[in-house]
């Protein structure tokens, strides 16, 4: 006849000796249960919300959050109620386990099988479950980010800059520029505006002062519409797009250099454009609207030009802001174009050239910052706040044009990066098609060639920014960038996109050694 059998154990120090390894592996196994439920939990909303590449993803984990928003971090917990929930029941049966094995033996005898100690079959399923996550949560963790491909790439050796990269202290750039202005607009990509555009979006434009000026202006485009540059590997975040737009190189130093601040030289066999435009007599000056140091700007813009740097800690310091002020990532763009002005104007009254680089913020993810400028016009937070920012770039571009300096100035206006999560672009399927803003205003040069349907990359701004300037570059190459202005085909179009990423994902001796 079945049956169970409940007995209360008495005080025995030898059960309890031999109680000890199962418990041990109870509590090991436990604990790779919890990690695993964690770590399927981060990889499950990065999968769902974001769109990025495992050597970005090692970039943010390595990178110190000194300086950072930590809304992100907010965000993936309260999304992961399943996952906590699991975790909870899976203690609650672990708590109530322990308990009964301290103080009970439960046996089921069967007839056919004889006794059977359930306290040890549940200790043992519950082992299984730490042991089953653990490789549930590899094999989805692998299958979402290909880390398998990513480790074979960077153990395969590159030649891509031994045949291609060309040194700018090795090359003729003459002539005289213009003042620069270059603003870096968080997270712009094309893809905000309507479809009848050259956009993503079924009906409404979220960025119609943008598209328009890409229209009266100067725009390279990646279709007959409006278009821009594609996000190449080690271009696609803030630190990478800033360094390869004025380096002609992607970022791709090793993962324990991605704290750049913790070093004292960022990149120093580079040549960038602060370099050059130090030699030619130039002013350079970097406002963001964040702590400088995240990421490495500061110490690189600093080494690369000698910039002023105008951050969160300097607003403060010169009161724009109060001096414990701090939202988002530091203070908003409403503020940020508020300084520009100042600075610019400043700038403008010596007797240098200048080259005043900044860098928006609130567009950022996670779907990005409501200030007090903006309206609740659309009905997501992303659509809102991209639209304020539409309008707040087109006010400061107006107040430049009636500057007295303007018709000495070229403006530059570009995205850094397509945005990191899904918002406003969950209908677009290829990573590739995101194509990222750009605007040039007041160039001293007309395109040689065509401004359409060009395939290029963050790296070939390096050199079209110093063309679009007026000077002239022999070869028209500098890094792995080539200067559309010259009408000749960059690197993404004579090798493809998808050869190009690939090289550039590879293992590189010349880059280490010559940039690192």
């Known amino acids: 006849m079945d049956r169970f059998e409940i007995v209360k154990k008495t005080a025995s120090g030898g059960e309890k000796k031999r109680a000890w390894p199962g418990v041990l592996g109870l509590a090991l196994t436990s604990l790779l249960f919890f990690i695993s439920v964690i770590i399927y939990a981060a990889v499950s909303w990065m999968h769902t919300t974001l769109n990025i590449q495992f050597g970005e993803l090692l970039y943010t984990l390595t ?28 203690m609650f049966a672990l708590a109530a386990l322990l308990f009964i094995q301290r103080r009970y033996t439960v046996v089921y005898r069967s007839e056919k099988r004889g006794g059977r100690d359930l306290v040890k079959l549940a200790r043992r399923v519950l082992m299984c479950c730490g042991a089953v996550s653990l490789v549930v949560t590899a094999v989805f963790t692998e299958s979402t980010f290909k880390i398998a491909d990513y480790v074979h790439l960077r153990m395969s050796p590159s030649t891509l800059y031994e045949e291609y990269y060309v040194d700018p202290k090795e090359v003729s750039i003459i002539g005289e520029g213009k003042n620069l202005i270059y603003i870096y607009l968080e997270s712009m990509e094309t893809a905000y505006a309507d479809k009848a555009s050259g956009g993503a979006q079924p009906e409404i434009n979220y960025i119609p002062g943008l598209t328009r000026l890409a229209e009266d202006n100067l725009s390279f485009s990646s279709s007959e519409k409006l278009g821009g540059f594609h996000a190449i590997n080690g271009t696609t975040w803030t630190m990478g797009a800033l360094l390869a737009t004025s380096s002609g190189v992607p970022y791709s130093f090793p993962t324990d250099r991605n704290s750049m601040s913790k070093w004292d030289e960022f990149a120093g066999g580079l040549t960038t454009l602060g370099d050059l435009l130090e030699e030619k007599g130039y002013q350079n000056e970097f406002l963001c609207g964040s702590n400088s140091a995240f990421g490495g700007r500061r110490i690189y813009y600093q080494q690369h030009g000698s910039y002023e740097i105008f951050d969160l800690y300097t607003a403060r310091d010169r009161e724009y802001i109060p001096h414990n002020y701090y939202v988002w990532w530091g203070y908003e763009d409403m503020y940020l174009y508020e300084i520009a002005k100042d600075e610019l104007t400043r700038l403008a009254s010596g007797d240098k050239p200048f080259n005043f680089t900044m860098l928006t913020v609130d567009t950022h993810y996670p779907n990005g910052y409501l200030c007090s400028l903006c309206t609740d016009e659309y009905d997501t937070t992303t659509g809102n706040v991209v639209a304020c920012a539409d309008r707040q770039v087109m006010e400061f571009i107006d107040w430049c044009t009636e500057q007295d300096f303007y018709e000495d100035s070229v403006i530059i206006l570009t995205g850094d990066h397509p945005r990191m999560d899904i918002r406003l672009v969950e209908e677009v399927t290829e990573y590739y098609d995101r194509t990222v803003y750009n605007c040039f205003m007041n160039s001293a040069k007309e395109p040689a060639g065509s401004t359409v349907d060009r395939d290029y990359t963050a790296m070939d701004m390096f050199p079209t920014t110093l063309s679009a300037m007026g000077f002239e570059i022999e070869g028209d190459r500098l890094g792995l960038g080539v200067d559309l202005f010259s009408g000749e085909p960059t690197l993404c179009e004579e090798m493809g996109f998808e050869k190009l990423e690939e090289e550039t994902q590879k293992y590189s001796a010349y880059y280490i050694k010559n940039f690192a």
Request: aromatic residues 4%; glycine residues 8%.
């Open 63 to 90: 990178t110190p959050l000194n300086g950072s928003n930590t809304d992100m971090v907010i965000q993936c917990i309260h999304s992961s109620g399943t996952q906590i929930t699991i975790i909870l029941l899976y």
